[in-house]
């Protein structure tokens, strides 16, 4: 079976504006798979080499900017260094929460006993920012939208471990096991001489929303792109809404549960707050 081409949600003369799937690294690894700029170079033939603006870690699915030639990339590249951009995470995290939404400025350091990993460090480390907002309640589960201030590696990852509510799945920072609807759906049975597949065996973050300045300098528009949920993302928060009613309240805005199912833009929790 011929292998899925890579979304590609916008594309003008400079950039283009893709949906990640999780699993796919942004540059070359040790698992000696085709990294995104190859797929997608197989997969459009541009007339120059596509080149990274930003990052995401290869196990996040989302949106992601990348620029079609070296003056794109340079003009992106200074306005992501001068915070001129948005950006908006969905995660799901361990549960209940303490609070409903918060600013997180805890310094981030890379950890000296584990080269792969991020750790807070007020000395050593340097200025992060994730402003937060709980979006639903699932009881043992809740979903949060996390807009990255700063961009440092694993920010929202180490930001909410280090608060202690974790992705729902991260290896590095949390848990690993899968998320089973067995755990949530009361009287579940399982199909008889077979094993229960789980709701999502992956890291439990996306990145949805971006929102950036497109055209020419002089008349550039700022525009809002959202990166469609992947089906099992998807299922999670529709399964976790219907099966924990009796946990939790659920969504705080229905609102927000179509818009994201829909794909389409969500509040910025800093524009929430002001």
């Excluded at 930003?54 to 003056?71: P, Q």
């Excluded at 949530?184 to 094993?195: E, I, L, T, V």
């Excluded at 299922?235 to 389409?264: C, P, R, W, Y």
Aim: zero cysteines.
């Amino acid at each position: 079976m011929a292998k899925k081409n890579i979304d590609i949600l916008f594309e003008d003369d400079q950039i283009l504006v893709i949906n990640k799937p999780s699993g796919t690294s942004v540059t070359a690894d040790r698992s000696g798979k085709a990294d995104i700029l190859q797929l997608l170079t197989k997969q459009l033939a541009p007339s120059e080499p596509l080149r990274l603006v930003h990052r995401l870690d290869k196990e996040t699915s989302g949106i992601l900017l990348i620029a079609k030639h070296k003056d794109a990339q340079s003009r992106y590249s200074r306005l992501f260094a001068k915070r001129k951009v948005q950006k908006l995470y969905l995660a799901v995290v361990n549960g209940p929460l303490a609070y409903t939404g918060g600013s997180i400025k805890d310094p981030i350091a890379r950890s000296q006993r584990n080269p792969r990993a991020m750790h807070i460090h007020p000395r050593l480390g340097k200025p992060a920012h994730t402003i937060w907002k709980q979006l639903a309640d699932f009881g043992e589960l809740s979903l949060v939208a996390a807009q990255i201030v700063t961009g440092r590696t694993h920010q929202i990852r180490i930001h909410f471990s280090h608060r202690t509510m974790p992705l729902a799945i991260d290896p590095i920072y949390g848990a690993s096991n899968p998320l089973m609807l067995s755990s949530f759906k009361y009287n579940y049975r399982q199909k008889s001489g077979q094993d229960e597949p789980p709701m999502i065996d992956r890291l439990t973050l996306h990145a949805y929303q971006l929102t950036i300045p497109t055209g020419a300098e002089d008349t550039e528009v700022m525009k809002t792109f959202v990166a469609p949920l992947d089906k099992k993302f998807a299922a999670v928060i529709k399964l976790l809404t219907k099966h924990t009613a009796n946990l939790a309240d659920g969504f705080e805005n229905d609102k927000n549960m179509q818009n994201i199912l829909s794909a389409k833009p969500l509040i910025y929790p800093s524009d929430a707050a002001e």
